[in-house]
């Protein structure tokens, strides 16, 4: 089991950027596939990016492609999201979550809007305009 505690939200104008930050404790996380989710207010949770357990591979959203970039630290058991050119429309809590096994299963839980299987509290990203 992991345990899942992201930081670096906050409050910046359009065009700016954030980085965040997803820490795992317990298992490493390098046994995971990670990835990046948000939900903005009245909306269903979406995915954003993700990233193979060796970060070779990444997997994003049309949405964020080109904005955003998932990375992983082994060493510190942490995974990134940079994100640049941020728009009021990227608003959300964003959620870092963890998935067992291979790369294909986490794609095809994204595909299928099923769940990966541990998640963190979330982080409030807000871009005013």
């Known amino acids: 089991q992991v345990q899942l505690v992201e930081s670096g939200g906050g409050l910046v104008q359009a065009g700016g950027s954030l980085r965040l930050s997803c820490a795992a404790s317990g298992r490493t996380s390098s046994s995971y596939v990670m990835g990046w989710f948000r939900q903005a207010p009245g909306n269903e949770r979406e995915f954003v990016g993700a990233i193979s357990r060796t970060g070779v591979s990444t997997y994003y959203a049309d949405s964020v492609k080109g904005r955003f970039i998932i990375s992983r630290d082994t060493v510190k058991n942490t995974v990134y999201l940079q994100m640049i050119s941020l728009k009021p429309e990227d608003t959300a809590v964003y959620y870092c979550?963890?998935?067992?096994?291979?790369?294909?299963?986490?794609?095809?839980?994204?595909?299928?809007?099923?769940?990966?299987?541990?998640w963190g509290q979330g982080t409030q990203v807000t871009v005013s305009s």
């Open positions: 979550a963890a998935s067992q096994g291979s790369w294909s299963t986490a794609i095809a839980k994204i595909s299928t809007n099923h769940e990966f299987d541990y």
